[in-house]
C-alpha cells in the first residue's frame, strides 16, 4: 500500500500521504489521461477544424493549465482535507469570505454529471474488448466497422448494460480505498498503453495518409476555428488535465510536503498532453487514408481505429490490448471524478466509504440513464441544437470546469495571503514564484472571461 495512514499531525490528511512524490504524479496522471485524450480529443480537433484548435488547446494548457494545476495541489497539500473542507480551512486561515467554498460544492457537482456521461463512454470501451477478441474488425471496411458502432448506439439496453458494468467496476475500486485501488495498475497500465499508442503511430506512418493527418493538427488555419471552438478548447484544457472541480486538490492533499508543485505538475501536463497528441497522430491518418470525415462525432475513434486493427498483423490482440488499456485509463479517471464526493460523505456525514460509493453510484447511474437514452430513442429531443449528453457535456466541461477554475484562481491570487502560497510552493519568492503568481492573477483569470465573453458573443 502506497499511502501511509495519516497520525494526528494538523497539517496531514486524514486519509493518509502518498509515499512519494512518484505515487501522486502516478495517481494525477492516471486521472489526468483517459478517455479525454484518447476518444475526446481527436473527435473536437475532428470538429474544430485542427490546427488551430489544437494550437489554442495547447496554449490553454500552458497559460491555464499548468498554474491551474499547480494551485489545485497547493491548496489540497495546504487543507488536507476534501475540496469543500480544504477550502472552509483555507478560507479561516486566510480570514477570507466562506464564500469560497462553492468551489467544492460546483466542483462536486460538476465530477457527478462528467461521471455520468463519463461512464457511458467508458461502456462503448468496454464492450469493444470483446468485440476486438472475438476479431470482428478483421478484414472489416469502413463502412462495416461504422455498422458495428451504429448498431451499439441503436441499442440501449447493450449501453445500459455496459454503462452499469463501468460504474460497478468504479464504485467499487472507490469503496475499497484511494490507496488500494489506483496506483497498482496503473503504474503497469500507463506506460503500456503509452508504447501501444506509438506502435499505433507508427502503423499510420506507413498508410500513405501520414503528411495530411500531421498537417490537419499541426498547420493551424484560424478560419476554420469559432469563438466556440475557443471555448471548446479552453473547456478541454481543464478537462484533460482534470482540473476545475476539485479532483487533482484532493490528491493534492495525500501530497508530502517536501515536493516541488510545480515540478509534478509539469511533468503530468507534458504526459497528458503527448498522449493526447500520439492519440491525434494514430487517428487522422486513418481517417483521411479511409476517406473519412474529421467531424464524425463522439464515435470517432470508434470507426476509425478498428479499421486499422482489421488490417495490421496481429491486429486481433492489439485491439483488445488497446481497449483494455482505454478501459483502465478511464477507470483511472472515473475514479478521480467521484472521490471528492465519497470523501465528503465520509468526512460530513460520518458514512462508511462503501456507503458513500454507493449512494455516489447510484445517483451517476442514474443521470447516466439520460446519456444512454440521448444517443437513440431521445436523439431526436435536443436544446439548443444539443441532445442530453452533448448539453451535459457542454455545460460541465465548457462551463463549469473553467468557472471553477476561475474561482480557484481568485481565490489564490487574491485573497489567501501571498506567504502561504510561496510557502506550500516551496519556490521562495523568485523568478518561478512570480511567474505564477502573475499568470494565476491576472492571465488566468482574463483569459477564462474573455474566451466566455467571446463565446457569448458579448465581445
Ligand atoms: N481528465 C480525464 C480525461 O481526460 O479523460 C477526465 C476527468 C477526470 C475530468 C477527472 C475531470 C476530472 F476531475
Redesign the pocket.
Known amino acids: 500500500m502506497s499511502i501511509q495512514q495519516g497520525s494526528d499531525n494538523q497539517n496531514q490528511s486524514i486519509h493518509g500521504l502518498w509515499t512519494n512524490r512518484w505515487m501522486f504524479v502516478l495517481a494525477a496522471t492516471g486521472?489526468?489521461?483517459?478517455?479525454?485524450?484518447?476518444?475526446?480529443?481527436p473527435y473536437i480537433t475532428g470538429e474544430n477544424g485542427g490546427g488551430a484548435f489544437v494550437l489554442v488547446y495547447l496554449l490553454c494548457v500552458a497559460v491555464i493549465g499548468i498554474p491551474i494545476m499547480m494551485t489545485e495541489v497547493l491548496l489540497g497539500r495546504r487543507g488536507r482535507s476534501t475540496p469543500i473542507n480544504t477550502i472552509r480551512r483555507l478560507c479561516d486561515e486566510a480570514s477570507a469570505s466562506r464564500f469560497w467554498v462553492v468551489i467544492g460544492w460546483f466542483?462536486m457537482l460538476?465530477?457527478l454529471l462528467?461521471?455520468s456521461f463519463?461512464s457511458v463512454i467508458g461502456g462503448w470501451a468496454l464492450v469493444y474488448i470483446p468485440n476486438a477478441m472475438s476479431g470482428m474488425f478483421s478484414g472489416s471496411t469502413a463502412e462495416q466497422v461504422a455498422e458495428i458502432f451504429n448498431g451499439l448506439l441503436a441499442s440501449p439496453g447493450t449501453l445500459l448494460f455496459w454503462h452499469s458494468v463501468f460504474m460497478l467496476m468504479t464504485m467499487t475500486i472507490v469503496a475499497r480505498g484511494v490507496e488500494k485501488g489506483i496506483e497498482k495498475a496503473v503504474r503497469i497500465l500507463m506506460p503500456v498503453l503509452f508504447v501501444l499508442l506509438l506502435v499505433m503511430v507508427g502503423y499510420a506512418m506507413n498508410l500513405g495518409e501520414f503528411a495530411r493527418g500531421v498537417a490537419f493538427l499541426f498547420k493551424p488555419d484560424f478560419s476554420a476555428l469559432s469563438a466556440n471552438g475557443v471555448l471548446i478548447a479552453m473547456g478541454h484544457a481543464?478537462?484533460?488535465?482534470?482540473?476545475?472541480?476539485?479532483?487533482?486538490m484532493i490528491y493534492g492533499a495525500y501530497l508530502p510536503k517536501d515536493v516541488s508543485i510545480a515540478k509534478v505538475s509539469i511533468i503530468i501536463a507534458v504526459a497528458?498532453t503527448l498522449v493526447?497528441l500520439l492519440a491525434g497522430l494514430a487517428i487522422f491518418p486513418i481517417v483521411f487514408a479511409n476517406g473519412l470525415e474529421p467531424s464524425a462525432g463522439p464515435g470517432l475513434i470508434f470507426v476509425t481505429l478498428p479499421i486499422a486493427f482489421g488490417q495490421m498483423p496481429g491486429g486481433v490482440f492489439f485491439s483488445t490490448l488497446f481497449f483494455v488499456l482505454l478501459s483502465f485509463?478511464?477507470l483511472s479517471?472515473?475514479i478521480?471524478?467521484v472521490e471528492?464526493v465519497v470523501t465528503w460523505l465520509v468526512e460530513n456525514k460520518k458514512m462508511s466509504r462503501v456507503r458513500a460509493s454507493t449512494l455516489a453510484g447510484f445517483v451517476i447511474w442514474c443521470i447516466g440513464i439520460g446519456t444512454v437514452l440521448s444517443f437513440n430513442v431521445t436523439s431526436a429531443v435536443t436544446v439548443f441544437e444539443k441532445t442530453f449528453f452533448d448539453l451535459l457535456d457542454f455545460i460541465a466541461?465548457n462551463i463549469m470546469?473553467p468557472l471553477g477554475g476561475l474561482a480557484m484562481a481568485l481565490f489564490a491570487g487574491w485573497f489567501l495571503p501571498r506567504l502561504i502560497s510561496a510557502d506550500e510552493l516551496s519556490m521562495g519568492q523568485g523568478a518561478g514564484f512570480r511567474v505564477w503568481w502573475f499568470l494565476v492573477r491576472y492571465i488566468t483569470p482574463c483569459a477564462v472571461v474573455l474566451v466566455f465573453l467571446n463565446a457569448t458573443k458579448i465581445i
Open positions: 486521472s489526468a489521461v483517459g478517455l479525454g485524450n484518447i476518444w475526446k480529443f466542483g460538476a465530477g462528467i461521471l463519463y481543464f478537462f484533460t488535465l482534470s482540473l476545475g472541480m476539485g479532483a487533482i497528458d493526447a485509463a478511464a479517471s472515473a478521480s471524478l471528492p466541461t470546469l
